[in-house]
């Protein structure tokens, strides 16, 4: 469970974290600015694709298990989570967004618990609006850690300032539907 090759790649998002981090810590000596956008950017590609491929591999090869589910979107929520408080400190996001994206998270993990301890966690099953918000969310911020021209033309800074408001709408979008779904239960609880 611990061991498998889809967990092994679920928690190199995780380790990928300080990696990512550090890079923007690194002295001008070292690298240049437009060296460790780019590092961070591939890196952070890199990893993000981790998310698609341990899912795919975990179904293949026969390797799902209960903490592997458990894992997979924990480590995506501090991967996004880590990378947005990067892109507030370099100026590159807007702190509104990150409370939109980060509060989110919080909130709908902490309402998914709740369902599953009450038995009602299909209510709150991942929905096309959440998988619609990741992917923006996952254009965006490498846009936003690349900050400069992409293929000589597509200006990533304006593209990723836009990519993630939009993601910050889909956020709020996709938290107000959850709720809804969870609100009867809600209401149940109550009383």
């Not at 911020?141 to 939009?166: E, S």
Request: aromatic share 12%; charged share 15%.
């Amino acid at each position: 469970m611990f061991t498998t090759i889809p967990t092994i790649m679920t928690w190199t998002r995780i380790f990928a974290i300080p990696l990512i981090v550090g890079v923007f810590y690194l002295p001008d000596s070292m690298a240049s600015a437009y060296e460790r956008n780019l590092v961070a950017t591939v890196m952070f590609v890199l990893f993000a694709l981790t998310d698609w491929l341990d899912g795919y591999l975990a179904r293949k090869l026969n390797q799902t298990s209960s903490f592997g589910a458990f894992l997979d979107p924990v480590a995506d929520k501090f991967l996004v989570c880590a990378c947005v408080l990067v892109l507030v400190h370099l100026q590159r996001a807007d702190v509104f967004v990150a409370l939109i994206i980060i509060g989110r998270e919080i909130a709908i993990s902490a309402l998914r618990e709740w369902m599953a301890q009450i038995g009602a966690s299909k209510s709150v099953a991942v929905h096309m609006i959440g998988k619609l918000k990741t992917v923006v969310q996952m254009v965006a911020i490498p846009f936003l850690l690349f900050d400069g021209m992409l293929l000589g033309f597509i200006d990533t800074r304006v593209w990723g300032v836009w990519l993630i408001w939009i993601a910050a709408v889909l956020t709020v979008w996709s938290m107000v539907y959850y709720l809804q779904k969870a609100l009867p239960e809600i209401r149940a609880r109550a009383q």
